[in-house]
């Protein structure tokens, strides 16, 4: 299957994956066959596109990181603010991505756009686990750094919704309310006997640099928790990777940019390494250009080396792995605009 924009779909395409709303609830099922009629209908549920299944590419296959039915579970904890059962969730998140061995990461959100503060919460919770699986943490602290993915926003519940989604420039009072967001959350949990110090300095830390120009405390180096310094890139990555109502989503190429180019002014550059690590610069599925003006899909990634994936022409389907091609000169110069 490849990912293909909402624009880009037309009838008689093949859904190559099911497609949810923010309850879990299926709005198109895998396997359906797409008609004008439900085009329009999923371009007025705010969907941004979705994956289909053709010849070139019914062979590439995108696993779950973590199942829809977790995914689902997790979200409702957070949307009732039920922190007994987001701490049992992250112990089932951090299960299901120990027991996978060699992990293809891509966060495409195939629901609408109005479960985003649930769904960025989860994917924080996901890639920060498997940063500490990059830097070695045991399974208990990557527990302990799941919970602190999934409640890194919770303080958010004290902003009002259309200061959070304004789509206009902020005021300098709502920028300096938002950025609060990190110490209501903290309140909300630092007299909880259930929670670890370990996970609840991470969701107080999110938003401090290494350099000290963060917030809330200017905190600076090792005065930052680690977990609040994982949580940290794993927030910005998702946040620049997502479809807001104020700004257009950037690739992944160009998230993993922001973060090396960041790497000791904002970041710890060691946990940038691990994190890049496991977070494909080109996703499976996706649609790339080449130095050669050819366009491919994108068939499988190779960690540690995730610059040069194996990719598949679109023109007549030949595949090609990069990192084993003759000529130097073949290399992706970016992803086909959606």
Do not use: C, W
């Not at 979200?75 to 992990?103: C, F, H, P």
């Not at 949990?189 to 917030?215: A, C, L, P, Q, R």
């Not at 598949?312 to 000529?327: C, P």
Request: hydrophobic share 40%.
């Amino acid at each position: 299957m490849r990912y293909i924009s909402m624009e880009q779909a037309e009838p008689g395409m093949i859904v190559g994956k099911s497609i949810y709303n923010e309850q879990g609830v299926t709005l198109v099922n895998y396997r359906v066959t797409l008609t004008d009629k439900l085009i329009s209908r999923m371009k007025e549920k705010g969907l941004m596109g979705l994956y289909v299944e053709d010849s070139l590419s019914d062979d590439i296959r995108i696993e779950e990181l973590i199942s829809d039915e977790l995914e689902v579970k997790a979200a409702q904890a957070l949307r009732k603010m039920d922190i007994d059962a987001a701490l049992d969730v992250a112990g089932e998140i951090t299960d299901e991505l120990s027991m996978n061995g060699e992990i293809s990461v891509n966060l495409v959100s195939l629901r609408t756009n109005s479960d985003y503060t649930y769904k960025h919460s989860v994917n924080v919770a996901v890639l920060s686990v498997l940063t500490g699986m990059g830097i070695g943490l045991k399974k208990p602290m990557l527990k302990e750094l799941a919970a602190s993915g999934l409640l890194h926003d919770i303080g958010k519940i004290n902003i009002p919704l259309e200061t959070l989604e304004k789509a206009g420039p902020l005021t300098e009072e709502e920028y300096e309310l938002i950025k609060k967001h990190s110490e209501f959350g903290y309140e909300k949990i630092k007299d909880d006997i259930t929670i670890s110090s370990k996970t609840k300095m991470g969701v107080f830390m999110h938003h401090e640099n290494v350099d000290g120009t963060g917030y809330p405390m200017g905190l600076r180096g090792d005065q930052i928790y680690m977990f609040a310094k994982i949580i940290h890139i794993a927030d910005v990555y998702d946040a620049i990777t997502s479809e807001r109502t104020y700004k257009k989503a950037q690739t992944p190429n160009e998230a993993i940019e922001f973060l090396m180019k960041n790497a000791g002014n904002m970041f710890q550059p060691e946990y940038v390494k691990a994190f890049i690590t496991y977070i494909p610069v080109y996703p499976k599925g996706r649609n790339v250009i080449l130095s050669d003006g050819n366009v491919a899909v994108v068939v499988e990634n190779r960690q540690h080396n995730t610059l040069y994936p194996v990719i598949r022409l679109l023109s007549d389907g030949t595949t090609i792995d990069l990192s084993e091609h003759e000529d130097p000169s073949l290399y992706i110069t970016g992803f086909k605009p959606l």
